[in-house]
T-cell receptor, first 116, second 111 residues
Framework: DAGVTQSPTHLIKTRGQHVTLRCSPI?????VSWYQQVLGQGPQFIFQ???????GRGNFPDRFSARQFPNYSSELNVNALLLGDSALYLC???????????????FGNGTRLTVT | QKEVEQDPGPLSVPEGAIVSLNCTYS??????FMWYRQYSRKGPELLMY????GNKEDGRFTAQVDKSSKYISLFIRDSQPSDSATYLC???????????FGDGTTLTVKP
């Protein structure tokens, strides 16, 4: 079975530009979560989507947005890039349901974003 | 003060040693406790997943949760050089999609 897949693997952008990161969850997983991991730190929660609805948002500015498609894949968009946005962006999927979840996250290998 | 504090390391042990990795937390609502292993330039890989207090064993790995002390541990027996990685603890309430992570402990197992 394919795991969580993310594209692209690496990306270099200039300050002020926009970026779109993509994620395909594990087959059967309807929940997708996005995390930002800065070097030397643990992943920080950005968004969770379940059946195309936002189910949670972390402490990130409005420059960050996301959406989920009918096939449960997801995009993370970041506008007006700052140098501090340089990080590994991780996508994870899980068997979330409306009553909560007893299923842990399964991560992709991330997109490494460098902002110059 | 972070919700989840993890022993920062780094940790260096000889092959075959028993390794103990630890995290403390402050949020009483946490019910699910996870340990992930992350190799360089890779995403976190789920190692252990436990609910509430108690122990769980899987091969060379044992996870312990003490909710009364808000303390979790991961033990690795007979450590191998291939265990060299960063270990992340994570925890959540009913929704693992919004897990809170520690900052990781980097482990090196020397042959």
């Amino acid at each position: 079975d394919a795991g969580v897949t993310q594209s692209p693997t690496h990306l270099i952008k200039t300050r002020g530009q926009h970026v779109t990161l993509r994620c395909s969850p594990i087959s059967g997983h309807k929940s997708v979560s996005w995390y930002q991991q800065v070097l030397g730190q643990g992943p920080q929660f950005i968004f969770q989507y379940y059946e195309k609805e936002e189910r949670g948002r972390g402490n990130f500015p409005d420059r960050f947005s996301a959406r989920q498609f009918p096939n449960y894949s997801s995009e993370l968009n970041v506008n007006a890039l700052l140098l501090g946005d340089s990080a590994l962006y991780l996508c994870a999927s899980s068997l979330f349901n409306r009553l909560g979840s007893d299923s842990p996250l399964h991560f992709g290998n991330g997109t490494r974003l460098t902002v110059t | 003060q972070k919700e989840v504090e993890q022993d920062p390391g780094p940790l260096s042990v000889p092959e075959g040693a028993i390794v103990s990795l630890n995290c403390t937390y402050s949020n009483s609502a946490f019910q699910y406790f996870m340990w992930y292993r992350q190799y360089s330039r890779k995403g976190p890989e789920l190692l252990m997943y436990t609910y509430s207090s108690g122990n769980k064993e899987d091969g060379r790995f044992t996870a312990q949760v003490d909710k009364s002390s808000k303390y979790i541990s991961l033990f690795i027996r007979d450590s191998q050089p291939s265990d060299s990685a960063t270990y992340l603890c994570a925890m959540s309430d009913t929704n693992a999609g919004k897990s809170t992570f520690g900052d990781g402990t980097t482990l090196t197992v020397k042959p």
